[in-house]
């Protein structure tokens, strides 16, 4: 049923565009495109980040094994590396730590009209994707196949059924949810 949108490139990034409108406008009413929540989430002092964060996970890996058990949509995980997902965690982890905003959470605080997201984010996201793009085929047979894991899932890891996996890990996260709610975190 999907399929056919992913036959039409302007249909999708139509689509994306619309997702990424809504998706801001969710981070903002949320808070968190907010600088004094991320810089309490950074704090351990305020787990909004994480609540919406794990809501998001939870709702997406429900939505993606419904979507897929109907036969709406077809998986194609990208294979994955532990120096790839060093790279990238460091990368994430100096921006974010620097401005106090994650890719999503500057263009929900641009469209909130904050000046430092506006300035330093976008640029840093410029200079940062700019750099990375430069250098990314001297690191492409480097150290981003480093510990190459390929594109094994939790299920298939584990050898359990996503019909099991997806209950269960979402009934944790909730569970989560649940504890930082009951302690006004």
Not at 19 to 45: E, M, N, P, R, S
Not at 142 to 171: M, S
Request: charged share 10%; glycine share 16%.
């Amino acid at each position: 049923m999907l399929n056919v949108i992913h036959t039409k490139k302007g249909l999708q990034l139509f689509l994306g565009f619309l997702f990424g409108i809504l998706f801001g406008i969710f981070l903002h009413k949320g808070g968190a495109t907010k600088y004094d929540v991320i810089v309490g989430q950074l704090l351990l002092i305020d787990f909004t980040v994480v609540k919406i964060m794990l809501s998001a996970v939870i709702t997406g890996m429900i939505g993606i094994f419904a979507m897929k058990s109907f036969g709406w949509v077809e998986l194609h995980p990208k294979p994955g590396s532990w120096g790839s997902s060093a790279i990238g965690g460091l990368i994430f982890g100096i921006g974010f730590a620097t401005l106090g905003y994650c890719p999503g959470t500057i263009a929900g605080a641009v469209g909130n009209g904050y000046i430092d997201a506006a300035t330093g984010g976008i640029v840093g996201i410029l200079i940062g994707a700019g750099l990375f793009a430069a250098i990314y085929p001297r690191l492409m047979n480097g150290i981003l196949r480093k510990g190459d894991f390929g594109d094994i899932t939790i299920p298939k890891l584990i050898k359990v059924p996503e019909c099991i996996i997806v209950p269960i890990v979402a009934t944790f996260l909730v569970f989560i949810l649940l504890a930082l709610e009951s302690k006004g975190m």
